[in-house]
């Protein structure tokens, strides 16, 4: 009887070893992807393959074409701009985040002497030429055009300088707006992701009001960072587990001092008075044109909602003459 006893108390022994075993190997597990996860999205380590087999974000055979002509576009009326070329030390995000998060950026300034501004802002895993060809408009109504590099997108930043979707951006364009003295002039923010991101936060935050921004352009831009990694986690990575996303939020808030559901546009967008745009395409296959809808009608300023017909980075070229002539309204409101 005693044997029996030995036998069957180790056999639940055992057994609840392996229990905990398991469920070491499988936290270990989550704790890793998320790991894997945060360098993807936030240090961009190996994005490119992920973004260019994503459905939604891949651009194959006539869709590549279109935005090849877009790319051609953007470089074709920057040969008639006189470009200055400079850089600026990010300062006022220190108190905020640290040292660490002081750096320098550059910037192509195309310019023609005027008193009006716009400033074009890329989204992730995009560069300077994925938003030029916007310039063209502004510049043939006598804008200047600035296109600067966004943290974590310069020669050698990939898997070292994070990128926030607006959240450190927006301390960036506020020092370069006060570097070139732009808060003295009229001063436009189109940008798509988290250039439109940083565009919302920095027109929202009181604390930088002295940017003097008069107005944005806020192309597919997320509703909130919480909702929305979980939703960018289960459509990438077909993952998206309680624990997993408790490991992720850790290392957000551990390595970039903020936590995901903390990051709400629609908040801050609630706090703007500037006349705004905001663009989404109605075919976009990345992010839910609900979620600039949601964040244009918790707009505290005049704003206009532009829905068009086209795909995710390929709205200037399929919307036809509809983008623009949203812009012509933005135009009138500023005049």
């Not at 003295?181 to 027109?203: E, M, N, P, S, W």
């Not at 192309?219 to 459509?235: C, F």
């Not at 296959?285 to 704003?303: H, Q, S, Y």
Request: charged share 20%; hydrophobic share 45%; glycine share 12%.
């Amino acid at each position: 009887m005693n044997r029996e006893k030995h036998e069957k108390r180790n056999f639940w022994l055992l057994l609840a070893l392996a229990v905990v075993a398991g469920l070491g190997f499988l936290i270990w597990g989550q704790y890793n992807t998320a790991s894997t996860i945060f360098d993807m999205g936030f240090l961009r380590r190996n994005a490119a393959e992920l973004m260019t087999s994503a459905e939604g974000v891949k651009l194959e055979g006539e869709a590549q074409e279109q935005y090849d002509a877009l790319l051609r576009e953007g470089e074709e009326w920057t040969q008639k701009a006189a470009l200055k070329q400079g850089s600026w030390k990010t300062e006022s995000i220190v108190p905020w985040f640290g040292e660490a998060a002081g750096i320098t950026l550059s910037y192509d300034l195309y310019t023609q002497g005027s008193d009006h501004t716009v400033i074009l802002l890329h989204g992730f895993q995009e560069g300077a030429g994925d938003v030029r060809y916007w310039g063209s408009y502004w510049w043939d109504r006598g804008w200047d055009v600035l296109v600067p590099q966004l943290r974590s997108y310069g020669a050698g930043d990939e898997g070292l300088i994070p990128c926030t979707y607006g959240v450190y951006e927006q301390f960036d364009l506020y020092d370069l707006i006060l570097a070139l003295g732009l808060d003295r002039k009229t001063l436009v923010i189109q940008g798509r992701g988290t250039g439109a991101a940083a565009a919302v936060f920095l027109a929202a935050n009181g604390d930088l009001a002295g940017a003097g921004v008069d107005g944005i352009v806020a192309e597919s831009v997320y509703a909130n960072m919480g909702t929305d990694a979980e939703t960018m986690v289960k459509k990438l990575f077909g993952l998206g587990n309680p624990i997993l996303l408790r490991f992720l939020n850790a290392q957000i808030r551990q390595k970039l001092g903020f936590l995901p559901e903390s990051v709400d546009l629609t908040a801050a967008a609630a706090n703007c008075r500037i006349p705004a745009l905001f663009v989404c395409a109605s075919d976009d296959g990345f992010l839910d044109p609900a979620d600039t809808e949601r964040v244009c009608a918790a707009w505290g300023g005049e704003k206009e909602l532009a829905s068009l017909t086209g795909g995710h980075r390929l709205l200037w070229a399929e919307s036809g003459d509809a983008y623009r002539e949203a812009l012509d309204g933005l135009l009138e409101q500023l005049a």
